[in-house]
């Protein structure tokens, strides 16, 4: 990992890789190359799943409930990030549209949305 680069940075850009990778036909070992050129339903499929994990996850209470909680999460924030890449979304355009949000209350946009 590139130092002071945030570890999702550096996993995006390996993912980035990994999609020239694939498209070069190195797919090799790598399992996102594998989830990048397969069935996307079958990555959506694992997105779900992972989705699924994290919130059993989240029941789980004490330490060791927590830790497997970070776990998932780390499993959940990874295949999403594999789904991105597959739609040709940056990290960027998702934190963009965070930002976009900032100041705005749930509430309110939720209001706004039914009128
Ligand atoms: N962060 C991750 C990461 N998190 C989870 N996973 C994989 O995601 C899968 C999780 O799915 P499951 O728990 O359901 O395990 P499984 O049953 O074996 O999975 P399936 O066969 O059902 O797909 C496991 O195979 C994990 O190894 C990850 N695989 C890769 N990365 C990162 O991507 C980099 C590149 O990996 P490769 O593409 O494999 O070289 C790695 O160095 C890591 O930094």
């Given at each position: 990992?590139?130092?002071?680069?945030?570890?999702?940075?550096?996993?995006?850009?390996?993912?980035?890789?990994?999609?020239?990778?694939?498209?070069?036909?190195?797919?090799?070992?790598?399992?996102?190359?594998?989830l990048?050129?397969g069935p996307l339903e079958k990555l959506c499929g694992k997105?779900?799943?992972?989705?699924?994990?994290?919130?059993?996850?989240?029941?789980?209470?004490?330490?060791?409930?927590?830790?497997?909680?970070?776990?998932?999460?780390?499993?959940?924030?990874?295949?999403?990030?594999?789904?991105?890449?597959?739609?040709?979304?940056?990290?960027?355009?998702?934190?963009?549209?965070?930002?976009?949000?900032?100041?705005?209350?749930?509430?309110?946009?939720?209001?706004?949305?039914?009128?």
């Amino acid at each position: 990992m590139p130092e002071a680069a945030r570890p999702i940075d550096a996993l995006e850009e390996t993912i980035r890789q990994r999609a020239e990778l694939a498209a070069g036909d190195g797919l090799g070992k790598s399992y996102t190359a594998k989830l990048l050129t397969g069935p996307l339903e079958k990555l959506c499929g694992k997105v779900t799943e992972e989705a699924g994990e994290l919130v059993e996850a989240a029941l789980e209470e004490g330490d060791d409930g927590r830790t497997h909680f970070i776990y998932e999460a780390g499993d959940l924030l990874y295949h999403t990030l594999v789904l991105l890449r597959r739609r040709g979304v940056d990290l960027a355009e998702v934190e963009s549209e965070l930002a976009r949000r900032f100041g705005v209350s749930g509430i309110e946009e939720k209001a706004s949305r039914s009128k």
